[in-house]
């Protein structure tokens, strides 16, 4: 496993993290979920990312029971805020009081008493931008968060945030945590040269794009069992897009000539392709086996050459997403 600093932070961190968005508490039983944490401890993984808001608090718990007898400076643990919690007016968003009241209930489900980088999981509209990062700053004060971070933030969120943050005097932001990946490129042209001045690295999610990158999904054919385009608890809807579009599936397919050439199965190339961004601090997988999580390890460390990209870029052609203006967060709290 390779290592590489969160942005211009002093903290070190694997290049591929662990993450437990759509399995732990939700898609695979326990037993699973702590065997596929396990054998990222076992490749050296030491970064793992949850938020409060997967599968309603279990994701976290889970990852916490996983983690349970760890030497806690060995790890590093990533949680967020922001979508709702409850069903009260403050049980969501970025106010002051449920940025705290986030972080403690956040700390106590994964049984930890810090947290090593606590994200805002969108932007809210809906609060003054110096009261969030002021209840960040606060929480670093008080120890219980070490880094403070953003998820989805366009570039020019990020360029207030750091603005107010430096004529305020807080810590300023170090990461950001976008969607990533061959097909969906939409913080190139603005948020990381934004990120690239202001020192911040980009924690990526879904460098596999959902599964879709792994090959797994064949234009005409039906969606294996148990993967993401048959969960019915909500993947399956989100799949159909790529589902119904035949030409982006074969083009997918074209791209395992690629990764026979380099060795490496679609998913690690996939992952590959994603650290090759040296503004990418490190890449999020998620995993159902242990086995998946051994196959895209060993993505870790690997170079792929300028004639390598250049024809994954001619493979996928005008499939890919540029438009910074998909980055999106909702105009009101949900």
Known sequence: MEFRHLGSSGLVISEISYGNWITHGSQVEEDAAV???????????????????????????????????????????????????????????????????????????????????????????????????????????????????????????IERAVKIADDMGFDRLVSNQPQYNMLWRVIESAVVPVSEREGMGQIVWSPISQGLLAGKYAPGQAPPAGSRATDEGGGAQTMAKYMDDEELLRRVQRLRSVADEVGLSMAALAVAWVLQNRNVSTAI????RPEQVRDNVRASGVILSPDVLERIDEILGDKVQRDPGLTISPERRP
């Open 285 to 288: 997988i998620g995993a159902s």
């Open 35 to 157: 065997a596929c944490v396990r054998a990222a401890l076992d490749e050296g993984i030491t970064t793992f990312d949850t938020a409060d808001v997967y599968a309603r608090g279990r994701a976290e718990e889970v990852l916490g029971r996983a983690l349970k007898g760890e030497r806690r400076d060995g790890i590093e643990i990533f949680s967020k805020v922001y979508w709702p919690m409850g069903e009260g007016k403050n049980d969501r968003g970025l106010s002051r009081k449920h940025i705290v009241r986030g972080c403690e209930e956040s700390l106590r489900r994964l049984g930890t008493d810090y947290l090593d980088l606590y994200q805002a999981h969108r932007f809210d509209y809906e609060t003054p931008l110096e009261e969030t990062l002021r209840a960040f700053d606060d929480l670093v004060r008080q120890g219980k968060v070490l880094y403070v971070g953003v998820s989805e933030w366009r570039a020019d969120e």
